[in-house]
Protein backbone atom coordinates (compact mmCIF):
# COMPACT_ATOMS: atom_id res chain seq x y z
CA UNK A 1 0.00 0.00 0.00
CA UNK A 2 2.70 2.49 0.31
CA UNK A 3 3.40 4.45 -2.71
CA UNK A 4 7.74 3.59 -2.26
CA UNK A 5 6.45 -0.25 -3.24
CA UNK A 6 5.26 1.21 -6.56
CA UNK A 7 6.55 4.73 -7.43
CA UNK A 8 10.31 3.14 -7.16
CA UNK A 9 10.62 1.45 -10.18
CA UNK A 10 12.61 3.58 -12.47
CA UNK A 11 11.28 4.17 -16.21
CA UNK A 12 12.99 3.70 -19.17
CA UNK A 13 10.82 5.65 -21.75
CA UNK A 14 12.69 5.98 -25.74
CA UNK A 15 10.95 9.02 -27.26
CA UNK A 16 11.00 8.56 -31.01
CA UNK A 17 9.60 10.33 -34.25
CA UNK A 18 10.82 11.20 -37.65
CA UNK A 19 13.70 13.66 -38.01
CA UNK A 20 12.51 17.32 -37.85
CA UNK A 21 9.75 16.85 -35.61
CA UNK A 22 11.50 18.46 -32.78
CA UNK A 23 13.24 16.08 -30.37
CA UNK A 24 15.84 17.74 -29.68
CA UNK A 25 13.85 20.94 -28.86
CA UNK A 26 11.50 18.46 -26.26
CA UNK A 27 14.12 17.24 -24.81
CA UNK A 28 15.61 20.23 -23.49
CA UNK A 29 12.80 21.58 -21.87
CA UNK A 30 12.07 18.14 -20.26
CA UNK A 31 15.23 18.01 -18.67
CA UNK A 32 14.16 20.81 -16.65
CA UNK A 33 10.89 19.08 -15.72
CA UNK A 34 11.85 15.88 -14.96
CA UNK A 35 14.58 15.78 -12.38
CA UNK A 36 15.09 12.47 -11.58
CA UNK A 37 15.68 11.00 -15.34
CA UNK A 38 18.42 11.01 -17.05
CA UNK A 39 18.73 11.82 -20.62
CA UNK A 40 20.94 9.64 -22.77
CA UNK A 41 23.56 10.96 -24.96
CA UNK A 42 23.68 9.18 -27.92
CA UNK A 43 27.02 8.26 -29.61
CA UNK A 44 27.16 9.57 -33.27
CA UNK A 45 29.91 9.17 -36.17
CA UNK A 46 27.83 12.02 -37.95
CA UNK A 47 29.52 15.72 -38.04
CA UNK A 48 28.76 17.98 -35.44
CA UNK A 49 26.27 20.99 -36.58
CA UNK A 50 27.41 24.47 -35.47
CA UNK A 51 25.62 24.39 -32.17
CA UNK A 52 25.87 21.12 -31.15
CA UNK A 53 28.06 20.78 -28.22
CA UNK A 54 29.97 17.33 -27.79
CA UNK A 55 29.05 15.27 -24.51
CA UNK A 56 25.66 17.57 -24.22
CA UNK A 57 23.98 16.74 -27.70
CA UNK A 58 25.51 13.81 -28.66
CA UNK A 59 29.51 12.66 -28.38
CA UNK A 60 31.02 12.73 -31.46
CA UNK A 61 33.42 9.92 -32.05
CA UNK A 62 35.10 8.17 -35.23
CA UNK A 63 33.92 5.61 -37.06
CA UNK A 64 36.65 3.55 -35.81
CA UNK A 65 35.85 3.98 -32.20
CA UNK A 66 32.29 2.91 -32.89
CA UNK A 67 33.02 0.18 -34.52
CA UNK A 68 34.80 -0.58 -31.41
CA UNK A 69 31.98 0.32 -29.11
CA UNK A 70 29.75 -2.64 -31.28
CA UNK A 71 32.66 -5.29 -31.11
CA UNK A 72 32.35 -5.29 -27.56
CA UNK A 73 28.78 -4.86 -27.10
CA UNK A 74 28.68 -1.23 -25.83
CA UNK A 75 25.76 0.09 -27.04
CA UNK A 76 22.01 -1.04 -26.44
CA UNK A 77 21.13 -0.44 -29.73
CA UNK A 78 23.04 1.61 -32.78
CA UNK A 79 21.81 2.52 -36.58
CA UNK A 80 22.81 4.11 -39.42
CA UNK A 81 20.87 6.96 -40.53
CA UNK A 82 21.86 8.90 -43.64
CA UNK A 83 24.99 7.07 -43.96
CA UNK A 84 26.06 8.49 -40.21
CA UNK A 85 25.80 5.90 -37.42
CA UNK A 86 24.05 6.33 -34.20
CA UNK A 87 24.55 4.28 -30.78
CA UNK A 88 23.04 4.32 -27.23
CA UNK A 89 26.00 3.64 -24.56
CA UNK A 90 24.48 0.54 -22.30
CA UNK A 91 26.48 1.74 -19.57
CA UNK A 92 24.88 5.12 -19.39
CA UNK A 93 21.43 3.22 -18.88
CA UNK A 94 22.77 0.44 -16.77
CA UNK A 95 24.63 3.12 -14.24
CA UNK A 96 21.67 5.47 -13.96
CA UNK A 97 19.02 2.91 -13.51
CA UNK A 98 20.87 1.14 -10.59
CA UNK A 99 20.70 4.15 -9.03
CA UNK A 100 16.80 4.89 -9.51
CA UNK A 101 17.09 7.15 -11.90
CA UNK A 102 14.59 7.31 -15.04
CA UNK A 103 16.08 6.70 -18.05
CA UNK A 104 14.73 9.03 -21.59
CA UNK A 105 16.67 7.51 -24.85
CA UNK A 106 15.86 9.66 -28.04
CA UNK A 107 15.86 7.53 -30.74
CA UNK A 108 14.83 7.56 -34.67
CA UNK A 109 12.29 5.73 -35.35
CA UNK A 110 14.17 2.67 -36.55
CA UNK A 111 16.43 2.43 -33.63
CA UNK A 112 12.80 2.38 -31.56
CA UNK A 113 12.08 -0.57 -33.35
CA UNK A 114 15.13 -2.05 -32.10
CA UNK A 115 14.43 -1.01 -28.67
CA UNK A 116 11.30 -2.44 -28.81
CA UNK A 117 12.67 -6.35 -28.83
CA UNK A 118 15.61 -5.78 -26.60
CA UNK A 119 13.83 -3.51 -23.73
CA UNK A 120 10.05 -4.15 -24.77
CA UNK A 121 9.67 -3.04 -20.74
CA UNK A 122 10.14 0.65 -22.12
CA UNK A 123 7.79 3.35 -22.18
CA UNK A 124 7.51 4.25 -26.19
CA UNK A 125 6.26 7.56 -27.06
CA UNK A 126 5.98 8.53 -30.67
CA UNK A 127 6.34 12.43 -31.16
CA UNK A 128 4.34 13.41 -34.48
CA UNK A 129 4.08 16.15 -36.51
CA UNK A 130 0.55 17.50 -36.93
CA UNK A 131 1.17 17.15 -40.61
CA UNK A 132 3.29 15.98 -43.43
CA UNK A 133 3.49 20.02 -44.52
CA UNK A 134 4.60 21.44 -40.95
CA UNK A 135 7.05 18.87 -41.00
CA UNK A 136 8.49 19.51 -44.53
CA UNK A 137 8.73 23.56 -43.28
CA UNK A 138 10.55 22.75 -40.69
CA UNK A 139 13.16 20.72 -42.23
CA UNK A 140 13.28 23.52 -44.85
CA UNK A 141 14.06 25.82 -41.64
CA UNK A 142 16.15 24.26 -40.28
CA UNK A 143 18.58 24.72 -43.82
CA UNK A 144 21.25 22.01 -43.15
CA UNK A 145 20.80 19.57 -46.28
CA UNK A 146 19.95 19.79 -49.70
CA UNK A 147 17.00 19.71 -51.34
CA UNK A 148 17.30 15.96 -52.41
CA UNK A 149 17.96 14.93 -49.08
CA UNK A 150 14.86 16.94 -48.10
CA UNK A 151 12.80 14.89 -50.14
CA UNK A 152 14.32 11.56 -48.70
CA UNK A 153 13.58 12.57 -45.49
CA UNK A 154 10.25 13.24 -46.22
CA UNK A 155 9.58 9.82 -48.23
CA UNK A 156 10.94 8.34 -45.47
CA UNK A 157 8.97 9.62 -42.61
CA UNK A 158 5.83 8.80 -44.59
CA UNK A 159 7.21 5.37 -44.30
CA UNK A 160 7.61 5.98 -40.18
CA UNK A 161 3.99 6.98 -39.66
CA UNK A 162 3.05 3.84 -39.98
CA UNK A 163 5.00 2.58 -37.37
CA UNK A 164 2.96 4.39 -35.03
CA UNK A 165 1.07 0.85 -33.45
CA UNK A 166 4.26 -0.20 -31.86
CA UNK A 167 4.11 2.93 -30.09
CA UNK A 168 2.70 3.28 -26.29
CA UNK A 169 1.75 6.92 -26.89
CA UNK A 170 1.73 9.27 -29.60
CA UNK A 171 2.16 13.39 -29.04
CA UNK A 172 1.65 15.26 -31.26
CA UNK A 173 4.22 18.40 -31.87
CA UNK A 174 2.28 20.84 -33.82
CA UNK A 175 3.68 24.47 -34.64
CA UNK A 176 3.22 26.73 -32.24
CA UNK A 177 1.81 24.06 -29.00
CA UNK A 178 5.14 22.51 -27.93
CA UNK A 179 4.61 23.37 -24.29
CA UNK A 180 1.76 21.11 -24.63
CA UNK A 181 3.58 18.42 -26.08
CA UNK A 182 6.18 18.87 -23.24
CA UNK A 183 2.80 18.69 -20.85
CA UNK A 184 1.42 15.52 -22.07
CA UNK A 185 5.33 13.64 -21.84
CA UNK A 186 5.46 15.07 -18.27
CA UNK A 187 1.87 13.67 -18.06
CA UNK A 188 2.68 10.41 -19.37
CA UNK A 189 5.63 9.91 -17.02
CA UNK A 190 3.79 10.33 -13.83
CA UNK A 191 1.08 8.11 -15.34
CA UNK A 192 3.65 5.34 -15.60
CA UNK A 193 4.74 5.83 -12.37
CA UNK A 194 1.11 5.50 -10.69
CA UNK A 195 0.57 2.27 -12.91
CA UNK A 196 0.08 -1.07 -10.69
CA UNK A 197 1.93 -3.67 -12.85
CA UNK A 198 4.15 -1.16 -14.57
CA UNK A 199 5.77 -2.02 -18.20
CA UNK A 200 9.34 -1.20 -16.89
CA UNK A 201 10.49 -3.35 -13.55
CA UNK A 202 13.31 -3.95 -11.66
CA UNK A 203 14.00 -6.33 -14.12
CA UNK A 204 14.66 -3.72 -16.81
CA UNK A 205 18.34 -3.13 -14.86
CA UNK A 206 19.28 -6.76 -15.92
CA UNK A 207 18.47 -6.51 -19.34
CA UNK A 208 20.79 -3.96 -19.94
CA UNK A 209 23.77 -5.92 -19.48
CA UNK B 1 -1.82 11.52 -37.65
CA UNK B 2 -3.90 13.83 -37.22
CA UNK B 3 -4.77 14.26 -33.31
CA UNK B 4 -8.06 13.95 -33.76
CA UNK B 5 -7.98 10.20 -34.57
CA UNK B 6 -6.40 9.63 -31.51
CA UNK B 7 -7.75 12.06 -28.86
CA UNK B 8 -11.49 12.36 -29.78
CA UNK B 9 -12.06 8.38 -28.16
CA UNK B 10 -14.07 9.06 -25.50
CA UNK B 11 -12.64 7.88 -21.77
CA UNK B 12 -14.53 5.73 -19.40
CA UNK B 13 -13.10 6.44 -15.96
CA UNK B 14 -13.30 4.54 -12.93
CA UNK B 15 -11.95 6.07 -9.81
CA UNK B 16 -12.87 3.72 -6.47
CA UNK B 17 -10.90 3.24 -2.86
CA UNK B 18 -11.74 2.27 0.35
CA UNK B 19 -14.56 4.31 2.33
CA UNK B 20 -13.01 7.36 3.74
CA UNK B 21 -10.12 7.26 1.28
CA UNK B 22 -11.02 11.22 0.00
CA UNK B 23 -13.12 10.17 -3.69
CA UNK B 24 -15.37 12.78 -2.92
CA UNK B 25 -13.16 15.36 -2.15
CA UNK B 26 -10.83 14.61 -4.98
CA UNK B 27 -13.36 14.69 -7.65
CA UNK B 28 -14.82 18.10 -6.22
CA UNK B 29 -11.47 19.32 -7.22
CA UNK B 30 -11.27 17.50 -10.52
CA UNK B 31 -14.36 18.60 -11.85
CA UNK B 32 -12.82 22.31 -12.40
CA UNK B 33 -9.89 20.77 -13.62
CA UNK B 34 -11.57 18.42 -16.29
CA UNK B 35 -13.83 20.65 -18.63
CA UNK B 36 -14.98 17.79 -20.81
CA UNK B 37 -15.73 14.95 -18.48
CA UNK B 38 -18.93 14.09 -16.85
CA UNK B 39 -18.86 12.66 -13.44
CA UNK B 40 -21.37 10.70 -12.49
CA UNK B 41 -24.20 10.99 -10.15
CA UNK B 42 -24.89 7.95 -8.24
CA UNK B 43 -28.29 6.66 -7.04
CA UNK B 44 -28.70 5.54 -3.55
CA UNK B 45 -30.93 4.88 -1.05
CA UNK B 46 -29.08 5.84 1.35
CA UNK B 47 -30.26 8.62 3.96
CA UNK B 48 -28.58 12.03 3.06
CA UNK B 49 -25.83 13.33 5.25
CA UNK B 50 -26.60 17.28 6.75
CA UNK B 51 -23.72 18.64 4.05
CA UNK B 52 -25.52 16.61 0.93
CA UNK B 53 -26.96 18.05 -1.87
CA UNK B 54 -29.95 15.92 -4.16
CA UNK B 55 -28.80 15.42 -7.22
CA UNK B 56 -24.92 16.84 -6.61
CA UNK B 57 -23.86 14.54 -4.15
CA UNK B 58 -26.02 11.56 -5.22
CA UNK B 59 -29.73 11.11 -6.15
CA UNK B 60 -31.08 10.30 -2.90
CA UNK B 61 -34.06 7.93 -4.14
CA UNK B 62 -36.47 5.30 -1.85
CA UNK B 63 -35.89 1.24 -2.09
CA UNK B 64 -38.65 1.11 -4.10
CA UNK B 65 -37.31 3.23 -6.63
CA UNK B 66 -34.09 1.65 -6.71
CA UNK B 67 -35.66 -1.90 -7.45
CA UNK B 68 -37.64 -0.04 -10.18
CA UNK B 69 -34.57 0.63 -11.78
CA UNK B 70 -32.79 -2.90 -11.57
CA UNK B 71 -36.01 -4.45 -13.08
CA UNK B 72 -35.16 -1.97 -15.80
CA UNK B 73 -31.97 -2.36 -16.90
CA UNK B 74 -31.46 0.93 -15.72
CA UNK B 75 -28.21 1.09 -13.66
CA UNK B 76 -24.78 -0.24 -15.02
CA UNK B 77 -23.05 -1.60 -12.12
CA UNK B 78 -25.09 -1.52 -8.52
CA UNK B 79 -23.98 -2.75 -5.07
CA UNK B 80 -25.35 -2.71 -1.56
CA UNK B 81 -22.74 -1.65 0.59
CA UNK B 82 -23.41 -1.33 4.47
CA UNK B 83 -26.74 -1.94 3.85
CA UNK B 84 -27.58 0.37 1.59
CA UNK B 85 -28.08 0.30 -1.96
CA UNK B 86 -25.72 2.13 -4.55
CA UNK B 87 -26.25 2.44 -8.44
CA UNK B 88 -24.62 4.19 -11.89
CA UNK B 89 -27.62 4.78 -14.19
CA UNK B 90 -26.55 3.87 -17.45
CA UNK B 91 -28.35 6.82 -19.18
CA UNK B 92 -26.02 9.70 -17.87
CA UNK B 93 -22.89 7.23 -18.99
CA UNK B 94 -24.74 6.43 -22.56
CA UNK B 95 -25.68 10.14 -23.15
CA UNK B 96 -22.47 11.59 -22.03
CA UNK B 97 -20.04 9.37 -24.20
CA UNK B 98 -22.23 9.70 -27.18
CA UNK B 99 -21.47 13.25 -26.94
CA UNK B 100 -17.65 13.07 -26.88
CA UNK B 101 -17.78 13.73 -23.23
CA UNK B 102 -15.10 11.48 -20.82
CA UNK B 103 -16.87 9.39 -18.26
CA UNK B 104 -16.16 9.69 -14.36
CA UNK B 105 -17.79 7.31 -12.06
CA UNK B 106 -17.16 6.80 -8.43
CA UNK B 107 -17.32 3.77 -7.05
CA UNK B 108 -16.57 1.36 -4.14
CA UNK B 109 -14.17 -1.02 -4.75
CA UNK B 110 -16.87 -4.07 -4.47
CA UNK B 111 -18.64 -2.07 -7.59
CA UNK B 112 -15.16 -1.84 -9.48
CA UNK B 113 -15.30 -4.98 -9.76
CA UNK B 114 -18.03 -4.98 -11.26
CA UNK B 115 -18.09 -2.80 -13.53
CA UNK B 116 -14.22 -4.47 -14.42
CA UNK B 117 -16.76 -7.17 -16.11
CA UNK B 118 -18.80 -4.96 -17.52
CA UNK B 119 -16.89 -2.04 -19.20
CA UNK B 120 -13.26 -3.56 -19.03
CA UNK B 121 -12.31 -0.99 -21.39
CA UNK B 122 -12.78 1.57 -18.76
CA UNK B 123 -10.05 3.14 -16.86
CA UNK B 124 -9.50 1.86 -13.34
CA UNK B 125 -8.03 4.00 -10.47
CA UNK B 126 -7.41 2.49 -7.24
CA UNK B 127 -7.33 5.19 -4.55
CA UNK B 128 -5.33 4.59 -1.85
CA UNK B 129 -4.75 5.72 1.99
CA UNK B 130 -0.87 6.48 2.71
CA UNK B 131 -1.28 4.11 5.23
CA UNK B 132 -4.58 2.16 7.17
CA UNK B 133 -4.00 4.56 10.52
CA UNK B 134 -4.74 7.76 8.44
CA UNK B 135 -7.89 5.96 6.82
CA UNK B 136 -8.77 5.04 10.44
CA UNK B 137 -7.90 8.93 11.30
CA UNK B 138 -10.37 10.13 8.77
CA UNK B 139 -12.78 7.74 9.71
CA UNK B 140 -13.09 9.51 12.69
CA UNK B 141 -13.06 12.76 11.67
CA UNK B 142 -16.03 12.04 9.95
CA UNK B 143 -17.93 11.19 13.19
CA UNK B 144 -20.93 9.72 11.44
CA UNK B 145 -20.81 6.21 12.75
CA UNK B 146 -20.23 4.21 15.51
CA UNK B 147 -16.63 2.34 16.91
CA UNK B 148 -18.03 -1.07 15.66
CA UNK B 149 -19.32 0.42 12.35
CA UNK B 150 -15.86 1.86 11.89
CA UNK B 151 -14.32 -1.13 13.11
CA UNK B 152 -16.20 -3.26 10.09
CA UNK B 153 -14.96 -0.31 7.27
CA UNK B 154 -11.25 -0.85 8.33
CA UNK B 155 -11.96 -4.70 8.50
CA UNK B 156 -13.15 -4.14 5.03
CA UNK B 157 -10.70 -1.83 3.53
CA UNK B 158 -8.27 -4.10 4.64
CA UNK B 159 -10.06 -6.86 2.21
CA UNK B 160 -9.82 -3.70 -0.42
CA UNK B 161 -6.06 -3.21 -0.71
CA UNK B 162 -6.19 -6.94 -1.85
CA UNK B 163 -7.77 -5.66 -4.87
CA UNK B 164 -5.11 -3.72 -5.76
CA UNK B 165 -3.62 -5.89 -9.24
CA UNK B 166 -7.22 -5.46 -10.26
CA UNK B 167 -7.00 -1.72 -11.29
CA UNK B 168 -4.94 0.00 -14.05
CA UNK B 169 -3.25 2.94 -11.56
CA UNK B 170 -2.51 3.77 -8.16
CA UNK B 171 -3.16 7.02 -6.47
CA UNK B 172 -2.07 7.92 -2.82
CA UNK B 173 -4.13 10.28 -1.22
CA UNK B 174 -1.86 11.32 1.40
CA UNK B 175 -2.58 13.36 4.61
CA UNK B 176 -2.40 17.14 3.35
CA UNK B 177 -0.85 15.89 0.05
CA UNK B 178 -4.14 15.91 -1.97
CA UNK B 179 -3.37 18.32 -4.79
CA UNK B 180 -0.74 15.71 -5.61
CA UNK B 181 -3.26 13.22 -6.23
CA UNK B 182 -5.34 15.35 -8.00
CA UNK B 183 -2.73 16.34 -10.12
CA UNK B 184 -1.68 12.28 -10.50
CA UNK B 185 -5.23 11.58 -11.55
CA UNK B 186 -5.04 14.25 -14.17
CA UNK B 187 -1.94 13.16 -15.57
CA UNK B 188 -3.29 9.48 -16.35
CA UNK B 189 -6.33 11.00 -18.28
CA UNK B 190 -4.33 13.31 -20.50
CA UNK B 191 -1.41 10.14 -20.74
CA UNK B 192 -4.54 7.72 -21.91
CA UNK B 193 -6.08 10.56 -24.15
CA UNK B 194 -2.00 9.81 -25.61
CA UNK B 195 -2.33 6.57 -25.75
CA UNK B 196 -1.77 4.57 -29.78
CA UNK B 197 -4.23 1.93 -28.81
CA UNK B 198 -6.69 3.51 -26.00
CA UNK B 199 -8.44 1.12 -23.54
CA UNK B 200 -11.71 2.98 -24.08
CA UNK B 201 -12.88 3.03 -27.39
CA UNK B 202 -15.74 4.03 -29.50
CA UNK B 203 -17.72 0.74 -28.60
CA UNK B 204 -17.70 2.14 -25.24
CA UNK B 205 -20.65 3.56 -26.39
CA UNK B 206 -22.69 0.77 -27.64
CA UNK B 207 -21.52 -1.44 -24.52
CA UNK B 208 -23.61 1.07 -21.93
CA UNK B 209 -27.09 0.09 -23.38
Not at 68 to 80: H, K, P, T, V, W
Request: glycine residues 6%; charged residues 25%; neutral net charge.
Amino acid sequence: MSESTIGSTPLLIVLSGPSGVGKDAILTSLRDRLSNCHFTVTVTTRPRRPKEQDGVDYFFISPERFRDMIARGELLEYAQVYGNWYGVPKEQVRQALSKGMDVMIKADVQGAATLKKSVPQAVFIFLAPASLRELESRLRDRQTESQEALAHRLAVATEEMKQLDKFDYMVVNADGQMERAIDQIEAIVTAEKCRVQPKASKSTCNLVT
